[in-house]
Nanobody, 125 residues
Framework: QVQLVESGGGLVQPGGSLRLSCAAS????????IGWFRQAPGAEREGLSC????????YIADSVQGRFSISRDNAKRVVYLQMNNLKPEDTAVYYC??????????????????WGQGTLVTVSA
């Protein structure tokens, strides 16, 4: 079973950038599609993005389109979420998750099987 560990969270000022990493162990990363999700305080978990394991195709949710991007480095077993022009409303715990398919509806419906523990991102002046 794949294990996932997120890193790269922290405190950033509005307008700043962060790059989150999702590191995989226990299985080769290129076997799985990887998704990114977040959960703000008092809110439901929200699907953000995914990247395919077969052709590196990606999905980005409308809510972060143009500011967030996803990429993967299979040799390093890492998937990245690049977040630019961050806003206070981006404050949340960010999770990565693995499944066999990257599809927008799977992301929106949180239909990923294996989850990491999350990393906190705080956007504040």
């Amino acid at each position: 079973q794949v294990q996932l560990v997120e890193s790269g969270g922290g405190l950033v000022q509005p307008g700043g950038s962060l790059r989150l990493s999702c590191a995989a162990s226990g299985y080769t990363l290129d076997f799985y599609a990887i998704g990114w999700f977040r959960q703000a305080p008092g809110a439901e978990r929200e699907g953000l993005s995914c990247i395919s394991n077969s052709d590196d195709s990606t999905y980005i949710a409308d809510s972060v389109q143009g500011r967030f991007s996803i990429s993967r480095d299979n040799a390093k077993r890492v998937v990245y979420l690049q977040m630019n022009n961050l806003k206070p409303e981006d404050t949340a715990v960010y999770y990565c998750a693995a499944d066999l398919t990257c599809r927008g509806d799977y992301v929106r419906n949180l239909q990923f099987e294996h989850w990491g523990q999350g990393t906190l991102v705080t956007v504040s002046a």
